[in-house]
């Protein structure tokens, strides 16, 4: 079967590998043949050759690795483990591995689900980033006539832009150093400030401060300190990004005198969270379509991935399609 296989930073090879069997398959798996994926900003330091950010990532180096990095999956089941997905069901999730670029791609049934069929495959790798937003606001207050800043308006930021709004949100602030005014109403963006994160901060009137600010960035230290800093009185700051460090200082000053909430956290209850995505994209038809910018095909990985590294105003999400 073919696999990608990064074989040095920003390259990759794709190769034949074996077969997976359904020997291979332990309890509450399943088999299934790549339909689709996308890539995820989390995916991207992998690709520039950081090791050890990513569960599927040993540290031992990306490149002995097939299919890494890749965790957002669309795929048939070949054979399953689980009694939930049986042969022939298109499902969407979580590629537990992390090495979701091969033919064949053995994952946990927990993290999969079934979706609606009249969705093209690139739209349907939406379904999975869409469920981890859900997930993240169901951990915050009501966003209900609240003032919600998100910083980072890559494809992360921006579902959480249509996500909080569609939440009730009053406003929503996007902040970005890429210009992102051409999409960003589209994504329920009342004020599309393109700023990093410090010159916002230093710009933004005290009386303007968001109740609830989302850093979805991550891989760095100074946007969730601009975040705590940015933040409302009593507000809550959700760290969304992954972190490419152990330990984040933040100012427990802040935090005390102003009396704020920090939270971060993955999507658990993974299946529950994929229907609700799939509900949510029913009743938001025009979403994901407006998502999926760019679709390239299996062959196309490297061109897929070096568009994802770019600063481009009006690349949302990219999907890679068999």
């Given amino acids: 079967m073919w696999a990608h296989r990064l074989i040095a930073p ?11 069997t359904e020997d291979q398959i332990a309890a509450g798996q399943v088999l299934l043949r790549f339909v689709a994926a996308g890539v995820c900003g989390s995916d991207l330091p992998a690709f520039r050759g950081a090791q050890g950010r990513l569960p599927g990532d040993s540290g031992v180096g990306a490149a002995e690795k097939d299919g890494f990095p890749a965790h957002e999956i669309v795929g048939e089941v070949i054979a399953s483990r689980d009694p939930r997905h049986r042969r ?13 670029l091969m033919e064949q791609v053995i994952s946990d049934g927990d993290g999969l689900a079934g979706y609606d069929p009249a969705l093209a495959p690139a739209a349907a790798v939406g379904l999975q980033p869409l469920a ?19 910083i980072g308006q890559g494809s992360i930021g921006l ?37 990093t994160s410090d010159r916002w901060l230093r710009h933004l009137d005290t009386a303007d401060r968001p109740e609830v ?22 507000g809550t700051v ?35 969270m994929l229907h609700r995505a799939g509900t949510f994209a029913a009743e938001h ?25 770019r600063p481009v105003p009006d690349r949302v999400k ?5």
């Fill in 159 to 195: 579902l959480f832009s249509a996500a909080a709004k569609a939440a009730g949100a009053g406003r929503v602030t996007g902040v970005d150093p890429i210009d992102r005014s051409a999409v960003a109403k589209r994504f329920g963006v009342d004020t599309a400030v393109r700023s």
């Fill in 238 to 272: 959700f760290y969304f990004g992954v972190p490419d460090d152990d330990t984040y200082p933040i100012s427990m000053r802040t935090m005390l005198r102003n009396n704020l909430t920090l939270k971060a956290g993955v999507t658990l209850d993974r299946r529950r």
């Fill in 213 to 234: 600010v989302i850093e979805t960035v991550g891989h760095q230290v100074a946007t969730l300190g601009d975040a705590i800093e940015a933040v409302a009185p009593g």
């Fill in 88 to 100: 022939g069901d298109r499902v969407v999730g979580w590629a537990s591995g992390f090495d979701g």
């Fill in 285 to 309: 038809p025009e979403l994901l379509d407006t998502y999926v910018t760019h679709v390239f095909g299996r062959h196309e990985v490297q061109a897929a991935f070096e568009l994802a590294s």
């Fill in 132 to 150: 981890c937003v859900l997930y993240a606001l169901e951990q915050l207050p009501d966003l209900t006539g609240r003032h919600v800043a998100v």
């Fill in 318 to 322: 990219i999907a890679i399609v068999a």
């Fill in 10 to 20: 920003y390259t990759f090879e794709q190769i034949d590998i074996a077969d997976h």
